[in-house]
């Protein structure tokens, strides 16, 4: 049976105790049924991982024994920062979930002139609280020990001023594929639009920024989709992917 992996925001060191927060420790006794005297492992995104030992579970906590530290690392030689404009429905959710398993290093949600979503205030906030917990869910099932940054809502003019990167893409439908080749990066800054792709205005600026327009084929990729693609692609050229 696979030992559960959980993340906490806590300082963790050997030998010592800790009562996991609420939302970990309600998984822990409700969802998966673990009782006093089960194993698992935890993380806190700074590094490695920890085996830990259940020894009390309560109404609304769950206490763990801290075991001994490993230095696993998962983390792609390739970091790519995602600016991926937001999208309708669940789209969004599902991005997050699987760049994060793909090993993104940061995402950045972005408004362009055809985003659909309006969100602002409070309701920004609450929806970067719940893509974090989208992030962390994910790092917890595919083994990352860091979790990728999931930064405020921006505007894509804003991005485009500040985002840094050794390389930087704009994936667009009308671009042409690029074959061309292109010195080993560190660090990679792609650009994603809307359903509705990005206006030949916005492509423009992102050129004018530095940013070279990439294609990945004939067909026309979702909003979903694209950022899945083309970063499975950049992972296998320069990260960590390989079919070997």
């Not at 206490?63 to 600016?83: C, F, K, M, Q, Y």
Request: aromatic share 4%.
């Amino acid at each position: 049976m696979r030992i559960p992996r959980i993340y906490t925001g806590q300082a963790l060191s050997k030998g010592t105790q800790r009562e996991l927060e609420q939302g970990p420790s309600a998984h822990i006794a409700r969802a998966m049924r673990m009782r006093a005297g089960d194993i698992l492992t935890l993380f806190n995104g700074r590094g490695g991982e920890y085996a830990a030992t259940i020894n009390a579970v309560g109404k609304k906590f769950v206490a763990v024994d801290i075991g001994n530290h490993r230095d696993t690392d998962t983390e792609s030689p390739l970091a790519i920062h995602l600016g991926i404009t937001i999208s309708r429905g669940d789209r969004m959710d599902w991005v997050i979930q699987k760049a994060t398993e793909l090993g993104a290093h940061s995402i950045t949600p972005l408004l362009s002139e055809r985003t659909e979503v309006k969100l602002k205030g409070d309701r920004a906030a609450k929806k970067r609280l719940h893509w974090q917990q989208i992030a962390i869910a994910a790092c917890e099932q595919c083994g990352r020990n860091r979790l990728p940054e999931i930064n405020p809502l921006q505007s894509l003019p804003a991005w485009l001023d500040t985002a840094t990167a050794d390389l930087k893409l704009v994936l667009h439908h009308r671009a042409l594929v690029t074959e061309e080749a292109i010195e080993s990066p560190s660090s990679i800054a792609l650009l994603i639009g809307p359903e509705g792709g990005l206006s030949e205005a916005e492509i423009g600026l992102a050129e004018n920024a530095g940013y070279q327009s990439l294609g990945l084929g004939p067909r026309v990729m979702r909003t979903e989709t694209a950022p899945l693609a083309a970063m499975a692609i950049l992972q296998s050229q320069w990260g960590d992917m390989s079919p070997g």
